[in-house]
Structures are given as C-alpha cells and as structure tokens.
C-alpha cells in the first residue's frame, strides 16, 4: 500500500511562485510515473504535468508549460511540482497520483492512476 500526502499549497497573488510536495511512505515510487493534477468544482480532474519513473522525461499541459516544473527526489519517494508565475486560473485543488503501471509513461487520464494525494488548495488573487 502506498500513502501520498501533498504539502506546500496556499493563498498568494497572481506573479507568485509555490512549490508543493507530494511525499510518499510504504512502497517505493521508484518504479513509476508520477503525475500532478489539479480539480475545480463541477470540472474533471485535469492533468497539470507528470515525469517518468527515472525524471528524466517530463510533459506538461500546454497551460502551465513554461512556468512548472516537475521534479522527483527517488532517494527520499518525493515528488515536486515548482509553480512560478502563478495566474488565477491556477486555482485549484493539486493531487498527486503514481500511475497504476509501471510500463506506462505519464499517462494523462486519471483513470491510468491507483494511488492518490488528499490534495492541496492552490488560490491564486489578483
């Protein structure tokens, strides 16, 4: 079983950087893509960005390209999403997820994901 907690959201202004965290304790991540999403309510859950299980290939949804970053530390099972430029649209609740399959690279549908963050809120004001 594995347990993913996210850490590191909060309220600032638009411009504004965060960096959140999504640690995870039982099994090793090591072998699997890892992905962050983020929800608003009455909308799906939408794929920001994700990396592979080594970190050495990334892919980003067009809207944040250029201004996240996704990063893994496989030594300490953490994973980090670096969010520079902050825009209100960037509002959400942010999840971590670790892909069901370990063959599989970054997959962008939800589905494709068994284990999950409880989430962290990101509010981005003008």
């Known amino acids: 079983q594995v347990q993913l907690v996210e850490s590191g959201g909060g309220l600032v202004q638009a411009g504004d950087s965060l960096r959140l965290s999504c640690a995870a304790t039982?099994?090793?991540?090591?072998?699997?893509?890892m992905s962050w999403f983020r929800q608003v309510p009455g909308a799906e859950r939408e794929f920001v960005g994700g990396?592979?299980?080594?970190?050495?290939?990334?892919d980003y949804t067009d809207s944040v390209k250029g201004r996240f970053t996704i990063s893994r530390d496989n030594a300490k099972n953490t994973v980090y999403l670096q969010m520079n430029s902050l825009k209100p649209e960037d509002t959400a609740v942010y999840y971590c997820a670790r892909a069901t399959f370990s063959f599989e690279l970054v997959p962008h549908d939800p589905s494709r994901y068994n284990y999950w963050g409880q989430g962290t809120q990101v509010t981005v004001s003008l």
């Open positions: 990396i592979s299980r080594s970190g050495s290939s990334t």
């Open positions: 039982g099994r090793t991540l090591n072998y699997y893509s």
